[in-house]
């Protein structure tokens, strides 16, 4: 079965860092790109990042660029976001997701983790 | 980033057909795909509509999707009750170079 596994989620307080992991299995990996979605509490969705199946590409929604980093190990079967200079405003809950046309990043998400949450406070 | 635009909410009583519109530009809809996600309280995102009017496997043929220049519709023939859900369109955004969600659309079951 194929299976997303999102983690790393919690509190922190605004200005510091997470990293989100998201576990991949069932199928290859190392063949997809893949992307990550946020909701914040009683919102819609935003993307947030898009990497290469090869990882050497990479997209970012302008509210997060250059403070997120979207990463992958192929050899775990792992993508990450790390996430620096965290705001209120980054309060979400994160997906991580499988675009179901393998190396094509612009076809629908297919697959989706059950998401983790992240929540800046002081 | 900009969004697709859709109504906030729609509704129908069961057995009747609900459509949700979705606006974009030339950029993401006119150029591309558009993809429908339904999302159940509490849970991810669920695939509903694909390469704009494509089924996933266990789709309900009930759902269909068709988009005209730069607009998409989702299309919900014969509503029934576990239809109630929140319903966004997608489509990636060539200027931008971003996948694009609209801004959903809560449907009620009367």
């Known amino acids: 079965q194929v299976h997303l596994v999102e983690s790393g989620g919690g509190v922190v307080q605004p200005g510091r860092s997470l990293r989100l992991s998201c576990a991949a299995s069932?199928?290859?990996?190392?063949?997809?790109?893949m992307h990550w979605v946020r909701q914040a509490p009683g919102k819609g969705l935003e993307w947030v990042a898009v990497i290469w199946y090869h990882g050497s590409n990479k997209y970012y929604a302008d509210s997060v660029k250059g403070r997120f980093t979207i990463s992958r190990d192929n050899s775990k079967n792992t993508l990450y976001l790390q996430m620096e200079g965290l705001r209120a405003e980054d309060t979400a809950m994160y997906y991580c997701a499988r675009p179901y046309g393998g190396n094509s990043i612009t076809s629908a998400f297919d697959i989706w983790g059950q998401g983790t949450m992240v929540t800046v406070s002081s | 980033q900009s969004e697709l635009t859709q109504p906030p909410s729609a509704s129908g009583t069961p057995g009747q057909r609900v459509t949700i519109f979705c606006s974009g530009s030339t950029s993401n809809i006119r150029a591309n795909s558009v993809n429908w996600y339904q999302q159940l309280p509490g849970t991810a995102p669920k695939l509903l509509i694909f390469s704009t009017n494509q089924r996933p496997s266990g789709v309900p043929d009930r759902f269909s999707g068709s988009k005209s220049g730069t607009s998409a519709s989702l299309a919900i023939s014969g509503l029934q009750s576990e239809d109630e859900a929140d319903y966004y369109c997608?489509?990636?955004?060539?200027?931008?170079?971003?996948?694009?969600f609209g801004t959903g659309t809560k449907v009620t079951v009367l």
């Open positions: 997608a489509a990636w955004d060539d200027s931008l170079d971003a996948s694009v």
């Open positions: 069932g199928f290859i990996f190392s063949s997809y790109g």
